[in-house]
């Protein structure tokens, strides 16, 4: 079983920035795509960035400019560089990993990190 583990979440000014972690662990095969989630209260789950093994990106209209996804294959860890935050930008922050077996994609979750952006 793979785990995601996530870090970096907390309180800040609108304006400042904080840097997401999610490392992942346990019996990988091989990690495919990671991304990013989010999720404000009475909310749907939304997708804010997603980064290929191959480093190709996508963001959401509401980040983009702002916010920078990458990721070390060799660390297995997807980080999430947020910038110019916004009251807006406060959620639960997932992380979303695909690991390859040999015969299935198997997805997997993070705890959820909690971002809150003061105005």
């Known amino acids: 079983q793979v785990q995601l583990v996530e870090s970096g979440g907390g309180l800040v000014q609108a304006g400042g920035s904080l840097r997401l972690s999610c490392a992942a662990t346990?019996?990988?095969?091989?990690?495919?795509?990671m991304g990013w989630y989010r999720q404000a209260p009475g909310k749907q789950r939304e997708l804010v960035a997603f980064i290929t093994r191959g480093g190709t990106t996508n963001y959401a209209d509401s980040v983009k400019g702002r916010f920078t996804i990458s990721r070390d294959n060799a660390k297995n860890t997807v980080y999430l560089q947020m910038n110019s935050l916004k009251p807006e930008d406060t959620a639960v922050y997932y992380c979303?990993?695909?690991?390859?077996?040999?015969?299935?994609?198997?997805?997997?979750w993070g705890q959820g990190t909690q971002v809150t952006v003061s105005s």
């Open positions: 346990g019996s990988i095969f091989r990690i495919n795509d």
């Open positions: 979303n990993a695909e690991d390859l077996g040999p015969a299935a994609r198997s997805r997997y």
